[in-house]
């Protein structure tokens, strides 16, 4: 784990070994100080010598000096060094995240891997910095103390070794305690931002259902989960200073009463006592600092585990070691395919066996839950199958480069999304180089091209983060004619055309027939009238197909298709145009 997070540091690995080098400096001329305060006590004001007070005073203010200068120089280069592993970090995470396969993002959770990217992030990079700064600074600050005092009295010194003895023993009982809350912490920040994420993405359903106070509660249970976690980690971690305050106050009595003794038996002067009591508050503060080290370590190893998974993680799916490079054609053939989404799980499909000419239309019907986006995922390897396997152009797609079966095999998801920019950003996803005219062609195709023009800007009108400023057909038509610009040879509409009015539906298969014939088309949808006159119908039914045939024969042969069938015509219900069909 460790390893992994210190490879991020690279370029950065030069600034990040001066600073322990600044910070030793730093901490040398820091204990030199009350050495010398001692001299001016004990050789200039107690000895009424003037010249003894100016010189050691400069001494002390060269020291002071020099001890700013070093600590300047080790905070720049701490902060400097720190903040570019961070960077690394996200870099190295979103860099693995690209090549996750949907599992992957399953496996972690959209909201786990943004948690994982901003506060687990930024816990290393804090205690990084102060694994650089402290770490070094108070060791060396208690070394050097210790030492001085020993120089100055051995017998008195004795009451800094218990003393830290007693705090080093209720550290070690306060950071045992504390590591296993941190962990908890962590995760229920995770429950936290999933929660806010689910809220924000679909406010607007929220606020159409008035179930604001539903999410409030949800919201609420959330947060006091971690509310109740940080409380009982504060209440612990608020023991610190009131230990801290009983030894420190228990040494300077001490002090105080044995030095008093050696003073008058005369082996101790005042001005060493005075810089005893100095090196005492250093000693001790240094055990504080390490104290919080050891707090801030155990909080971060945590986040650090976390961001050393995403970064270290394989993706269930790579290319193979000589992959084919080219997609002959758009034949699919789905050989006896099983399908689960977790290892081990339920079956989402089972016994697959389909085969799709090039150029075929295939249509795509079936209840809810019944597998219809699952078959098609397999084709473009969003997900490897179980058992069986599935070939595209007479290749098995576990054989492909995937960006190159990918630019083959366009898929329009269910889910419309654009990105934040113009219509003309958006549609360049599909070929970056496209130009002006290839995206109008793209558009007309896709019967986009009528509600684009009516837009003053046209073309570089500017989408809405998540495309919330256009509706949800105008969003469909743009990701349809985002993945023509591709010039597929598999086309796939996962329910693509849902938003889209009748008429319209019917205008953009009345194209695509036309314009590209030679493409495959597999048109998922849950109205007969977009599908009906296809090539071939599959009817799914719970992970397998009940029936692929030609509408027509459905009709006579398949029970499911009747149902759908007289159900959409007799029922006149939702997107079936009934008018439509009997012309």
Request: charged fraction near 20%.
């Amino acid at each position: 784990m460790f390893k992994t997070i210190l490879q991020q540091v690279r370029q950065y690995r030069t600034a990040a070994l001066l600073t322990p080098l600044w910070t030793t400096l730093e901490v040398v001329m820091g204990v030199l100080i009350p050495y010398v305060t001692a001299s001016i006590i004990d050789k200039g004001i107690g000895a009424g010598s003037l010249p003894d007070v100016y010189r050691y005073g400069a001494q002390m203010i060269g020291l002071a000096f020099l001890s700013l200068v070093f600590g300047i120089l080790a905070g720049r280069f701490a902060a400097y060094s720190s903040t570019g592993l961070a960077a690394n970090l996200r870099d190295a995470m979103y860099g693995n995240i690209q090549r996750f396969s949907f599992s992957d993002i399953d496996k972690f959770s959209t909201a786990g891997l943004v948690t994982r990217m901003t506060t687990d992030v930024s816990s290393v990079q804090n205690a990084f910095q102060m694994l650089l700064r402290t770490s070094f600074r108070a060791p060396l600050n208690m070394a050097s103390a210790l030492f001085m005092c020993f120089f100055i009295h051995k017998k008195l010194s004795v009451i800094f070794l218990v003393a830290m003895v007693v705090l080093s023993v209720f550290l070690a009982f306060l950071i045992t305690r504390a590591a296993r809350l941190f962990k908890e912490i962590l995760l229920k920040v995770d429950t936290l931002n999933g929660v806010v994420q689910e809220n924000v993405s679909a406010i607007r359903v929220v606020k159409a259902f008035v179930r604001e106070d539903h999410e409030m509660s949800k919201f609420d249970k959330a947060a006091l989960g971690l509310f109740t976690l940080n409380v009982r980690a504060e209440n612990l971690m608020a023991l610190n200073h009131p230990v801290m305050n009983l030894i420190v106050n228990g040494c300077i009595i001490a002090l105080s009463w044995w030095g008093a003794h050696f003073i008058v038996q005369g082996s101790l002067t005042t001005g060493q006592l005075t810089s005893l009591f100095s090196y005492i508050m250093t000693v001790l503060s240094s055990l504080m600092m390490l104290s919080m080290i050891f707090v801030q370590l155990t909080q971060s190893a945590a986040s650090a585990s976390r961001i050393a998974e995403v970064i270290n993680e394989e993706p269930d799916m790579s290319d193979p070691a000589v992959p084919v490079t080219s997609v002959p054609d758009g034949s699919i053939d789905f050989n006896h395919v099983y399908f689960s989404y977790k290892r081990g799980g339920d079956y989402a499909l089972e016994d697959i066996d389909l085969h799709i000419k090039a150029g075929e239309t295939v249509g795509i019907i079936g209840g809810t839950g019944s597998g219809k986006s699952s078959l098609v995922n397999l084709i473009a390897r969003l997900y490897d199958v179980s058992e069986g396997s599935v070939a595209v152009g007479g290749n098995d797609v576990r054989n492909y480069a995937m960006p190159v079966l990918r630019d083959e095999v366009a898929m329009v998801l269910q889910k419309s999304t654009l990105f934040s920019g113009t219509i003309l950003d958006n549609l360049r996803w599909g070929k970056e180089d496209a130009t002006l005219e290839e995206c109008r062609e793209a558009c007309r195709l896709a019967c986009a091209d009528e509600f684009i023009e009516s837009f003053p800007q046209g073309y570089g009108t500017v989408i809405d983060q998540g495309g919330t400023n256009v509706s949800g057909g105008q969003r469909q038509r743009l990701c349809i004619a985002r993945a023509l610009l591709k010039h597929p040879k598999v086309l796939v509409l996962d329910d693509s055309t849902s938003a889209v009015d009748t008429a319209t539906d019917a205008a953009i298969r009345s194209t695509f027939s036309r314009r590209i014939p030679g493409t495959t088309k597999i048109i998922i949808s849950q109205r007969i009238l977009s599908i009906r006159d296809a090539d071939r119908i599959v009817v799914m039914d719970n992970g397998r197909v009940s029936a692929f045939d030609t509408h027509e024969n459905l009709l006579k042969t398949n029970t499911i298709y009747q149902e759908i069938y007289e159900m959409q015509t007799s029922g006149g219900s939702g997107d079936f145009d009934q008018p439509s069909l009997n012309s």
